[in-house]
C-alpha cells in the first residue's frame, strides 16, 4: 500500500524558516516524481513545488521560488521541503505527494497529479 506521511509543521514567526519532511512507505522512491502541495482556508489546492524521478526537472510556483527548496534522499525514502523567509500567506495545510509518471514536474504540481497524498500537516506563520 502506497504511502506517505507528512511532519514538520508548526507555528512560525515571519521570515523564520521551516523543514517539512515526508515519510515514504510501501514504495521505492526513486521510481517516482514528489510534490508539496498546500490548500489554506477557503482556498483552493495548489502545487507548491514538483520534482520528476531523476532531480532534473523541478518546478516552483512563481510565490516561494528563492525562498522554497525540494529535496529527496532516495536511499532514506525521504522526501522534504525546506521553506526559508516564511511570510503570513504561506500558511496552510501542507501536503506531500508521489505519482509514478507525470508528463513533467509542473503538469504534477498544475494538475495535482499523484498516485498517493499524505494527510497534510499545518504550516501557520504569524507573529
Known amino acids: 500500500q502506497l504511502q506517505v506521511v507528512e511532519s514538520g509543521g508548526g507555528l512560525v514567526q515571519p521570515g523564520g524558516s521551516l523543514r517539512l519532511s515526508c515519510a515514504v512507505r510501501?514504495?521505492?522512491?526513486?521510481?517516482?516524481?514528489i510534490g508539496w502541495f498546500r490548500q489554506a482556508p477557503g482556498k483552493e489546492r495548489e502545487g507548491v513545488s514538483c520534482?520528476?524521478?531523476?532531480?532534473?526537472?523541478?518546478y516552483y510556483i512563481d510565490s516561494v521560488k528563492g525562498r522554497f527548496t525540494i529535496s529527496r534522499d532516495n536511499a532514506k525514502n525521504m522526501v522534504y521541503l525546506q521553506m526559508n523567509n516564511l511570510k503570513p500567506d504561506d500558511t496552510a495545510t501542507y501536503y506531500c505527494?508521489?505519482?509514478?509518471?507525470?508528463?513533467?514536474?509542473?503538469?504534477?504540481?498544475?494538475?495535482?497529479?499523484?498516485?498517493?497524498w499524505g494527510q497534510g500537516t499545518q504550516v501557520t506563520v504569524a507573529s
Open positions: 510501501g514504495f521505492t522512491l526513486e521510481d517516482y516524481a
Open positions: 520534482m520528476d524521478r531523476s532531480e532534473s526537472d523541478t
Open positions: 505527494a508521489a505519482d509514478q509518471s507525470p508528463p513533467t514536474s509542473q503538469y504534477m504540481c498544475i494538475f495535482w497529479v499523484a498516485d498517493t
